[in-house]
C-alpha cells in the first residue's frame, strides 16, 4: 500500500492560481487527482501514468488545470489556474498499480486525506 499525503489547498479569489502536490511513499504506476464537493460525487479531475506522462483531464479543467510529475521525489503536482467558485472542494490524491478508467474512483486503491480548495466569487 502506498502512502499518499497532499498539500498545497487553500483559499483564493476566482481567476487566482494553486499547486497541490502529493508526496508518495513508494513507486505509483499510475495516479491523479480526484474532487468532492458537498453534496455531490467524487469526481476525477486529472491523472497521469508515472512511466509515460500520458495525461488525462475532465472537460471542465481542460486548458486551466495541468498534472505533473517528478519520478525522482515522487511527487504528483496539480497547478490550477483560472480557479472558478466551482472548482471549490476537497481534492484527493489516489494511486493505483494497474490500468483502468481513469476517472473511476473505485479504480484506485490508495488515497491521500484530501486538501480543501475553496475559490471566492
Known amino acids: 500500500q502506498v502512502q499518499l499525503l497532499e498539500s498545497g489547498g487553500g483559499s483564493v479569489q476566482a481567476g487566482g492560481s494553486l499547486r497541490l502536490s502529493c508526496a508518495a511513499s513508494?513507486?505509483?504506476?499510475?495516479w491523479g487527482w480526484f474532487r468532492q464537493a458537498p453534496g455531490k460525487e467524487r469526481e476525477g479531475v486529472a491523472a497521469?501514468?508515472?512511466?509515460?506522462?500520458?495525461?488525462y483531464y475532465a472537460d471542465s479543467v481542460k486548458g486551466r488545470f495541468t498534472i505533473s510529475r517528478d519520478n525522482a521525489k515522487r511527487t504528483l503536482y496539480l497547478q490550477m489556474n483560472g480557479l472558478k467558485p466551482e472548482d471549490t472542494a476537497v481534492y484527493y490524491c489516489a494511486a493505483r498499480p494497474s490500468d483502468g478508467a481513469w476517472s473511476v474512483a473505485s479504480t484506485y486503491q490508495d488515497w491521500g486525506q484530501g486538501t480543501q480548495v475553496t475559490v471566492s466569487s
Open positions: 497521469i501514468y508515472t512511466n509515460s506522462g500520458r495525461a
Open positions: 513508494a513507486y505509483t504506476y499510475f
